[in-house]
Every structure is written in C-alpha cells, then in structure tokens.
C-alpha cells in the first residue's frame, strides 16, 4: 500500500536532545519520537504503518479527501464559534501620557481633538449599543494613558464608568499604573475585569526603560499601585514587554511578585510582551528579539530557576495547552481578531481594526461621530482574513498552530492584510514540548 504524509504534520527536533515530534493539530495527534523513529518517518520506510495510519500522519492512497473533509467540518466550527465568541472593544479617550518610553510605536501620533470628549464618549456608546447589539462584549480603556493625572482625565473616567455600568458592560484597563492608587476608589465603582500594568523589571531596569517626561523614575510608585489594587481586590495583568536589555530581570520579577505577595492572592495574572518593531524604527534594533531568540533565553532562564513558572508559565505555541490539558487544542484558523471579536474606537472619532492600528494615519475603517460612516471594503478584507484565504498559508505545515498571524504586523511588512505574519511554531513547540512534559 502507498502512503502519503498528512499535509498538516508538524514535525521537528527537540530542542537540546537527539529526540524529535511529531503534532497534528487537525486530527488533535501529537507523540515524541525516538531518533530511529523519526528516521522512518523521514525516509517514508514504516515498519508498522498502522498506529501512523490510526492517528493522521499517513494517509491511505486518496485519503487526501477525507483529511479536506476533516478541515472543512473544524473550519464551519470555528466559524460558528467565533461569530458566537465575546467581543472586546478598546477605547482610547486619550493618546496623551505621561511616560517617555524608550519603545512607544505611539510617540508619532499626534491626531487632532473631535470635539467635546465627553460628547464623543456618549457617541461611542451609543455606536457600541446600536453596532454589537445582542453579542457579549466588554470594553478594554487603552491610550495613551487613560488614568492621567487631573481633575479633567477622572471625570472622563468617572463618566466612562457609569456609561458602562448603565449598559451592563465590564471593564479593563491597561495603564502605566503611575497613576492607579489614586483611580482605585474610581475604579472600584465599576465592573472592572483586570487592570493590564507594564513593569519591565526591577528598579533601574524599569526606570530607564519607562521613565516619566519630567524626568525620574517610576518603579517604585507602580510597585505601590500593583499592592494597592490587589489589596482592593483588583485583578491586575502584569506585563512584562522583552528584549535583550531586560530579559535577565525576568527571574527578579518572579522573586518580587512572590516576596510581596502577590501570587498567593489569586488576583495577578502575567504576560511577556516583545519590543519589536511595528510602525516606526526603533533608536537600537540590536537590542531587538527574533520571537526564537526571546523565547530560547526564556527558555534558558527557566531550565536554570524553575520557580519563574510560579510567576509566569510561557506558552511555547501549543505546549503548555497541551501539557495542562493532555490534548491539543481546536485547529487554529485565525490568530488576528481585527474587525472579527476586536474592534478600537478613540476620541477623535474614528474606527480602526485593532491596538496595533487604533490612532494611526491611514488605518482608520469609518468613524462613529460626528456621523457614523464604514469602509466596507477594508472592513471586509479584515473579516474574511484567515489561513484559508492567505495564499501563502495553503501549503503550510504550521497553519493550524499559527493561524496567520498578525494582520496588522503582515500588513506592515507586506503592503496587503491578505499576507501572513508567520510564526515558527515549530521551534516553539520544539522547546516547549520537553520543558513542560519531561522528555529529552
């Protein structure tokens, strides 16, 4: 009997071992494979093609049809899920901050005031209301800065809080946290899901990574906030942004994270961002991480102090879903949520996809006030990018783990929303997959 490789196999060496893998993400299959294994995998010579046959890898002579018709019953099931699945809109009543950080893609905006922002915050309401009617949804308050200082900024604030708690609708922030002891009795009036902080290490590390435009540092009021808040029992996302300057402070936000406290509470949860290039260059390229590199230094760090996992436990693509949960996850059609479950809206009045285009010259996709208008044909662009509709992604082994990408980053790079932002998945998992399952 003739066989030929599904066309959907990952397949890979281990990171530091002589042992590989082998993921299936649409047939929800993945094994380890010694060295001679996985050379009768590579030279098509299987001695026992059965249990290959049984599990995806191999398909029978024209078994290509039902390996299409698998992709196709799990495609109508994302997209049914997805049209299904919690919006998440972003407001951004504010582009000014009070932060001179050293990365910001923000520092070149410069839109001009809609109006009365106040009058604005009603339209966007009023839009959210009317547009996303009967779809579960909550708003994410982005900047800029949106918890400045200032009489001015709080009754914005103030005002956000009752629209949202009239309409139903809980809340997020995502802050420098200068600022957040002073919002927290605001705050605590409101529905408030978690509050994102950016803290890129300890003491001078941050300092001079996110320092205030008067000049000083702001460590040590944020460290504050973070315990503020989570003593009044706020939920704070705390955002670690990489590149080779911090990194190696990573370790030493696990320790301060667990010297204060705060993981025993059950209110932290953490990310890592990378400082990469989006919109404009960068000062120091060099300092900027290949998302490999990032996450083999990641990697490293944590072979050498495990204890980081207590703080913050990497994904690798779709090794730990797999390690927590014995199986893999759903197929991945699209990782981009623009325009589909993430729309951003900001105070001059425009719409946009997504954070990574909210405020820029030429991104924007209609407005909501003063009149409401749509791009359509831009908007549907957005709405139908997927693997299946990325030229690029037909013939790609990965596309299931990776979903495309980015639009906005493909975009960027590309000149076209339709073009991929392409992940290696399969250099992730290779050091993901040992780490968290034990398998050298």
Sequence with gaps: MNFIKSK????????????????NPLRGEADFLDPETAEEYKSDAFSDPEEWLEKGYILPEGGEKAEKDLYRDYYLK????????????????????NFACSYCYQDQYAPSPAGNTMEVQKAFFD???????????????????????????KKLVIDLIERANEAGLSLAFVTNGYSLTEYIPILKKGSIREIQVTLDGIGETHDQRRPLKTGGGSY?????????????????????????DNVNDLPKLAALARK??????GLLKTQLGRNYELHSCQTDRNRLYDRVSMYKDIHDLIKDDSSILDFHKPAFSLSRFLAEQGKLPDPLFDSCPGCKTEW???YTGNIYSC??????????????????????????EWEERDVSTIPECAGCSLQLACG?????????????????????????????????????
């Design 404 to 440: 495309g990408g980015c639009a906005s980053v493909a975009k960027n790079k590309n000149g076209r929303v339709q073009s991929p932002d392409c992940r290696p998945v399969d250099k992730l998992m290779a050091m993901g997959l040992p780490l968290y399952l034990n398998e050298e």
């Design 260 to 265: 204060r406290g705060w993981l025993e509470t």
């Design 127 to 153: 839009y959210v209301k009317k547009e996303f009617a009967g779809r579960q949804k909550y708003i994410t308050v982005f900047g800029g800065e949106p918890l400045l200082p200032g009489e001015g900024q």
């Design 344 to 346: 951003a809206f900001d």
């Design 355 to 380: 954070t990574a285009t909210v405020g820029k010259s030429g991104e924007e996709l209609g407005t909501f006030f003063p009149v409401v208008t749509k791009k359509q044909e831009i908007i549907e």
């Design 8 to 23: 959907h196999n990952i397949f890979h060496k281990l990171h530091d071992s002589e042992n590989y893998y082998i993921v």
């Design 78 to 97: 994302f997209l049914e899920e997805r049209d299904q699945s919690e919006i998440q809109i972003f407001w951004v009543p504010t582009y000014g901050c």
């Design 220 to 244: 040590k009021t944020i460290v504050e906030g973070i315990d503020q808040a989570i003593k009044a029992g706020l939920t704070i996302n705390l955002r670690a942004v990489l590149d080779r």
